[in-house]
């Protein structure tokens, strides 16, 4: 399979990059710059979530390289994984884009952020994590819970993290919000739904260690609950500390909580059910629906009211959660057969 030079906007890194974890780091971006009073300036955020998004999209190449041979042998050859252009076509841009990366975050360290030695820390270790997660020797992709560790903090805690620290904005919050962004859909959730896969190519993740039957249970009894829990913990923060916001924190509140109790209390009578195999039940399809587009519009209006010059911003925010919300939308006539029976 050979792939065109134009390929190479087809790969599977740029969507990770725009509508991956992306989604998740929303919600302290538009938190933190409301709670310090926009300290930092819109270029410079879009700076910095430009060197965020091109190290996701990095570190989905990077695996995807080192996981060539793997992916054939799971049947997952795709033009997206980059397979149809040569190792060192793809070793190329994997340097390229470490290196722009890493020049972007090296100028805001110096024309920006300044020598802040923790925010310096959290980029650097969001790098060489990615190489352990992916690269051999170590490769903790395969290493069962280690892997899962090191993944969940590649995607989430660690780019929130850098979010705080690059707006001085350290205290708990900075850690609380780092671990509730990764329970509202944490990479566990995502190794289970591919175990099969995972176990035909020989990988070793923490799902495929504990198995199909568990990982759903642990998912469906303990992941699914904490998701909930997450996410109105967010919320109730925000309504805190943010005085301004209160009105519309207090309306997605509302809207969250009725919405998520009104789907369990169906379910539990029967009215509506799911397959965990397949997907997740309906109040934590709900529930990614309403974080994309009820609890975050109320940071980004707030945001927006205050500095119309976000709105470059608020468009990629759109943008990224576009594809999502449509999802969760077309599930609709699906719910209401099963209501109708």
Do not use: C
Request: net charge positive; charged share 15%.
């Amino acid at each position: 399979m050979q792939s065109k030079f134009s390929d190479i906007f087809r790969l599977r890194a740029w969507v990770m990059a725009y509508s991956g974890p992306l989604i998740y780091w929303y919600f302290s971006l538009f938190y933190v710059s409301l709670a310090t009073g926009f300290m930092r300036d819109v270029w410079s955020i879009i700076l910095q979530l430009l060197a965020l998004m091109l190290g996701a999209a990095w570190g989905v190449l990077l695996n995807d390289y080192f996981d060539r041979d793997v992916d054939i042998a799971a049947g997952k050859s795709e033009i997206e994984r980059g397979h149809g252009f040569s190792a060192k076509q793809v070793a190329a841009l994997v340097v390229i884009l470490l290196a722009v990366t890493i020049s972007i975050q090296v100028f805001l360290t110096i024309w920006i952020v300044g020598p802040d030695l923790i925010y310096i820390a959290l980029w650097i270790l969001g790098i060489l994590s990615s190489v352990f997660y992916s690269v051999p020797p170590l490769r903790f992709k395969t290493k069962g819970f280690t892997g899962l560790l090191v993944n969940s903090a590649i995607e989430r805690p660690i780019p929130v993290l850098i979010i705080f620290s690059f707006s001085k904005y350290y205290g708990v919050e900075m850690i609380i919000f780092g671990l509730l962004t990764e329970l509202i859909w944490t990479i566990f959730k995502h190794q289970r739904l591919d175990v099969k896969g995972d176990s035909i190519a020989k990988i070793k993740t923490a799902a495929v260690i504990l198995g199909e039957k568990t990982s759903i249970k642990i998912v469906d009894l303990i992941i699914n609950p904490l998701s909930v829990i997450s996410a109105i913990t967010l919320l109730i923060i925000a309504w805190i500390k943010l005085e301004d916001a209160r009105v519309f924190i207090s309306i997605s509140l509302f809207l969250t909580v009725a919405g998520i109790i009104t789907l369990l209390v169906m379910e539990r009578k029967g009215i509506l059910s799911s397959d965990p195999y397949i997907l997740d039940p309906p109040y934590i399809v709900f529930l990614q629906f309403s974080y994309m587009a009820i609890i975050l519009p109320s940071l980004a209006i707030p945001v927006l009211l205050k500095q119309p010059i976000f709105m470059p911003i608020i468009i990629l925010y759109i943008f990224s959660v576009y594809k999502h919300v449509k999802y969760s939308i077309s599930l609709i006539p699906g719910v209401v057969r099963r209501v109708l029976g």
